[in-house]
């Protein structure tokens, strides 16, 4: 079939909207799970880092408890020149522990290597809290001076013997934050209920209102916990992919799939396949050919045949795709939708045509199938059509799958009021057979005959004897195929009673057909001697 430059046209819009809409597809899917996986990896990050700075925090607290360990034992005395001395050595020399001292059973330092530190920053009217540890001798306390840095853990030796540790921790934290989040997260160390010991970094720049990723962890030895903060816009630019790459990796991919998918999804469809859309698109459309009286040119009826009318207006003719639609079983949808739309499209034609008939071509196998009258009662009822008025022509060419059945189907056919016509009469390979097995109530005269009617003696002979079985067997005898004036009037002496033909018109549409009937019932000739009807 040919292939319209519309149709190109339209074939190369859509190929290009499926691989784009690939390929961009792809792209998306491609940078939207990199994101996910990006988010995963960045939490994952700061829970991490958060748990490092834990870790740190506890190891701080461990090395003054080992450091305290060794001045432990309450026989030491720890307040005299030189002993102080020996513990001021040793504090210098341990980075993070800013003072070592002896405290009374109250609280109150008795001696101290750098009494300064912790005392100058707590306040002497408020107490300062105390939270213990999983080992209740240990205990943490927290500067008043919020985020400076310093705490102090006490070891509870005994009741009037307390040593005690001042730290600085605010070094632990420099190097906490890659150098991305360093101006834009917070983390602080915790001690207790929630007293701010060190505090890093800075969320002031960000705006005011954004949301920020909170993580913490708490020491279950100490009373230490970390919690770490990232403003949500800082944490979405972190560890960026480098989206070039990822784009267009994903934008080939999906080219590739969509030159594919085009490729597959516009092969263009199998006969079969094509015929099913067509049906379904309502391109298969009927069209009538007049059926007339021979001596009259009235015109009493038509035949429907159907026509493929494709979108880009190609006329597809029967022979094309008939043989399709029987081998695959769509000549019954396709045959049901025909009759549908003719009876529909006819009906206005019925009122003040009492002798107007239709007639449908109906496949043998089509007509012995299940259900097959019931389906066109349904049909019929639809449309207003007495069923009297409906003519089903089965071919003489096609053999009945099951003769029987054929027959038994034609009676109560004929019970139910729908009148048989035997198409093609003499042309098939049953001899009269079909005649005599279906009883039809018209024979057709195959226009093999027709064609030669009165220059070929056996043609002339074969329509004598099919016109003496008509009249025998109360049947109307209809030629097909008259194409000249020369053949009517050679079938009307030899007694056909009616005919179809190009001399009085090929099949046409609707419109035409409707001109056809008026133009011809206004010149028709009052028929002299009145054949038969059907
Ligand atoms: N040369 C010549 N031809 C004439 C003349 N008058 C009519 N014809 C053609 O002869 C065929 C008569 O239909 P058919 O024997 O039932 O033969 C039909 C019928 O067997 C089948 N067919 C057509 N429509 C349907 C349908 O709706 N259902 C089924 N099952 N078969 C159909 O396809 C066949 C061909 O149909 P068409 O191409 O429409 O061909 C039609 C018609 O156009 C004439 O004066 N000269």
Known sequence: MAVTIAEKGYRAVLR???????????????????????????????????????????????????????????????????????????????????DIAVLASDGQPMCSTAPVQFDLLSSRSAPIAEYESRNTSIVLQPSHAEGSGLFRVIWRVSDTHLVAATLNIDMLMFDIFPAQLRDEALAEIRIGTGDVVARFGDMASKEAGETARAFESASDRYPVSVALAVSDSSFRNWNPWPLAPVLAVGAIAGTLVGLLLAQS???????????????????????????????????????????????????????????????????????????????????PLL????????????????????????????????????NTRIVLELTERNAFPDMKQAVAVTKEARTRGYRISLDDTGAGHNGLGHIQDLNPDIIKIDKKFVGVAGTVEAADAIIEVLVNLGQRMGAVVVAEGIETEDQRATLAHAGVAQGQGYLISRPVPLARFRTLIRDHELVAQPAANDPQMA
């Not at 007509?367 to 007495?386: E, H, M, R, Y």
Request: proline share 6%; net charge negative; aromatic share 8%.
């Open 265 to 347: 999804s516009m092969r263009p469809p199998g006969p079969v396949d094509a015929l099913r859309i067509a049906i379904r698109r309502g391109e298969l459309v009927p069209y009538y050919q007049p059926i007339f009286e021979l001596a009259t040119a009235r015109i009493v009826g038509c035949e429907v045949l159907v026509r493929w009318v494709r979108r880009d207006g190609e006329l597809v003719f029967p022979d094309r795709f008939i043989p399709i639609a029987e081998a695959s079983g769509l000549i019954v949808p396709m045959t049901e939708r025909l009759v549908e739309q003719a009876l529909s499209e006819l009906a």
């Open 16 to 98: 290009t909207l499926i691989v784009a809409g690939s390929a961009l597809a792809f792209a998306w899917v491609g940078w939207a799970g990199l994101e996910g996986l990006r988010t995963q990896r960045n939490l994952a990050q700061l829970e991490e880092l958060s748990g490092q700075l834990l870790q740190r925090a506890e190891l701080a607290v461990d090395y003054a408890v080992i450091t305290l360990g060794d001045y432990a034992a309450p026989s030491n005395d720890l307040c005299n020149i030189d002993a102080l001395r020996t513990l001021r050595r040793q504090t210098y020399a341990r980075g993070a522990i800013k």
């Open 351 to 386: 009122s003040g045509r009492p002798e107007f008939k239709t007639a449908f071509n109906i496949d043998p196998a089509h007509f012995v199938q299940q259900g097959f009258l019931d389906a066109l009662d349904q049909i019929v009822a639809q449309t207003g059509w007495p």
